[in-house]
């Protein structure tokens, strides 16, 4: 059964400082991952796909990695701001049909002042 | 503007009763998703279709149920044999799967209370 661990569960930064959020996965016949922020109280905004075959995607600020292999993937945060205080949640999509997500419980950032 | 709308956004429930949450899509996606949010746990399956007229079970379907009469709509009722529903319910959708997986696209949810 695929597990999905994030660490930390909790992270407080000053603004502006770069961070690194991170994802693990147990088992690694996935199609992909996927990378998504959730706002207090809100749905999930999807940031950034990284498909299995792939080891990293960028998207502004943001840049997500994998490693199959290792079962590891990690969310690059670059020049922190408050704005990205929220919940970001790592999922992979199991492979055996049904297009499926398994989803980490998240890592609850808060960027301060 | 293309997306996912779930309503009603809060819904309130008495023991016993069944309530229906809704959720459509006008993203032409072919597959759709419920999953339910607790605190501290991650995200778990209910139920999911691929096509109209078909869907799947997930991890937590006991006391649940869905139709799929159109491609546009993906309606979960939660119904009194659910023993604790309180939670707050997520609609997703993408592309049918295929070998690569297609990205997915979540509603704003539903916030469930039993009163």
């Known amino acids: 059964k695929q597990e999905v661990t994030q660490i930390p569960a909790a992270l407080s930064v000053p603004e502006g400082e770069n961070l690194v959020l991170n994802c693990s996965f147990t088992d690694s016949a996935i199609y992909n991952l996927q990378w998504f922020r959730q706002d207090p109280g809100k749905g999930l905004t999807s940031l950034l796909l990284?498909?299995?075959?792939?080891r990293e995607q960028t998207s502004g600020r943001l840049n997500a990695s994998l490693d199959k292999s290792s079962g590891r993937s990690t969310l690059y945060i670059a020049a922190s701001q408050p704005g990205d205080s929220a919940t970001y949640l790592c999922?992979?999509?199991?492979?055996?049909?049904?297009?499926?997500?398994?989803f980490g419980t998240g890592t609850q950032l808060k960027v301060e002042l | 503007d293309g997306g996912i709308t779930q309503s009603p956004k809060y819904l309130f429930r008495k023991e016993g009763q069944n309530v229906t949450l809704s959720c459509e899509q006008n993203l032409n996606h072919d597959a759709m998703y419920w999953y339910r949010q607790d605190p501290g746990q991650g995200l778990r399956l209910i139920y999911y279709?691929?096509?109209?007229?078909?869907?799947q079970k997930g991890d937590i379907a006991e006391g649940y149920s869905v139709s799929r009469e159109k491609k546009e709509s993906f309606p979960l009722t939660v119904t009194s044999a659910q023993k604790n529903p309180t939670a707050f319910y997520l609609c997703?959708?993408?592309?049918?799967?295929?070998?690569?997986?297609?990205?997915?696209?979540f509603g704003q949810g539903t916030r469930l209370t039993v009163v």
């Open positions: 999922a992979v999509r199991r492979r055996g049909g049904g297009n499926k997500l398994t």
């Open positions: 997703a959708s993408s592309y049918r799967d295929s070998p690569l997986g297609e990205e997915a696209f």
């Open positions: 990284i498909q299995s075959s792939q």
């Open positions: 279709s691929q096509i109209v007229n078909d869907f």
